[in-house]
């Protein structure tokens, strides 16, 4: 299954912001900067690629999932699915 360019596109320049933001943590790091302000910075950082992680995952359920269901490959849908909700609870 295919995903539409534009959210592919969208996704990579966000995967782009969290890097830079990655290596803007290893700056400070570097600067031993205060440490509550570093955490606020990995709070953002993980906030961001949770955000990546649901942008897939709306993707994958409109797309892949739905033909899926649709195809007869139900239960590959529903496993699939079910290690998804698993791996967020973590």
């Given at each position: 299954m295919?995903?539409?360019?534009?959210?592919?596109?969208?996704l990579i320049?966000?995967?782009?912001?969290?890097?830079?933001?990655v290596r803007g943590l290893q700056d400070l790091i570097?600067?031993?900067?205060y440490c509550i302000d570093v955490i606020t910075q990995t709070s953002a950082v993980r906030?961001?690629?949770?955000?990546v992680e649901?942008?897939?995952l709306e993707s994958h359920l409109k797309g892949c999932v739905r033909h899926q269901?649709?195809?007869?490959q139900s239960v590959k849908a529903?496993?699939?699915v079910l290690?998804?909700?698993k791996l967020k609870r973590k």
């Open positions: 295919t995903h539409d360019h534009s959210d592919t596109k969208k320049r966000r995967l782009k912001i969290i890097e830079g933001q570097e600067k031993d900067t906030q961001a690629l949770s955000s649901d942008a897939l269901m649709t195809s007869g529903v496993s699939e290690k998804v909700y």
